[in-house]
T-cell receptor, first 108, second 116 residues
Framework: DAKTTQPNSMESNEEEPVHLPCNHSTISGTDYIHWYRQLPSQGPEYVIHGLTSNVNNRMASLAIAEDRKSSTLILHRATLRDAAVYYCIRFYGQNFVFGPGTRLSVLP | DTGVSQDPRHKITKRGQNVTFRCDPISEHNRLYWYRQTLGQGPEFLTYFQNEAQLEKSRLLSDRFSAERPKGSFSTLEIQRTEQGDSAMYLC??????????????FGPGTRLTVL
């Protein structure tokens, strides 16, 4: 199965770090891990991607396990605008395979 | 705004009618994707184009669905003889193809279809 596994929902307090886990136990050695998020009433938007080593950008960090069977998206300081559904995605064939994602709620 | 645009944003139709949606990708992007998203689920891949060539179609894309990208620019997705199960958000995305560089997909706002 090409889909990833994520918790259905998570909650965070504003300005605290958030760790969003993802399991991708069937990933192959050359598959990148991608994270997108979908804000209410919008299409998904890119967050970050990686292959083997940890990655940082202005939005988030991505920590990839050494065996590559899991990864964690880290939002260093959650804001109310980060409330969204976060998708951990495999690139399967030529295309993305989305799971249902994790709905992140950020509490003020 | 030079992002991906979709038209219409909302469409309500009666069962059995045909509907057509349009997607205008970012101008320099030669890959274009269509996805379908039902409530509470992530987007499901339907089909994608490299320029005007339709390179892959999901088995979700029944013979009632057809997509075109005649000049490698905008694309249309047509659903014939709509069924209530076709009610969903239809998302379009585009990406460049640059060898050796990650090709982020840029999504449009979607067209929400309701079949009565």
């Amino acid at each position: 199965d090409a889909k990833t596994t994520q918790p259905n929902s998570m909650e965070s307090n504003e300005e605290e770090p958030v760790h969003l886990p993802c399991n991708h136990s069937t990933i192959s050695g050359t598959d990148y891990i991608h994270w997108y998020r979908q804000l209410p009433s919008q299409g998904p938007e890119y967050v970050i991607h990686g292959l083997t080593s940890n990655v940082n950008n202005r939005m988030a960090s991505l920590a990839i396990a050494e065996d590559r069977k899991s990864s964690t998206l880290i939002l260093h300081r959650a804001t109310l605008r980060d409330a969204a559904v976060y998708y951990c995605i495999r690139f399967y064939g030529q295309n993305f395979v989305f799971g249902p994602g994790t709905r992140l709620s950020v509490l003020p | 705004d030079t992002g991906v645009s979709q038209d219409p944003r909302h469409k309500i139709t009666k069962r059995g009618q045909n509907v057509t949606f349009r997607c205008d990708p970012i101008s320099e992007h030669n890959r274009l994707y269509w996805y379908r998203q039902t409530l509470g689920q992530g987007p499901e891949f339907l089909t994608y184009f490299q320029n005007e060539a339709q390179l892959e179609k999901s088995r979700l894309l029944s013979d009632r669905f057809s997509a075109e990208r005649p000049k490698g620019s905008f694309s249309t997705l047509e659903i014939q003889r709509t069924e209530q199960g076709d009610s969903a958000m239809y998302l379009c995305a585009s990406s460049p193809t640059v060898s050796g560089v990650y090709n982020e997909q840029f999504f449009g706002p979607g067209t929400r279809l309701t079949v009565l």
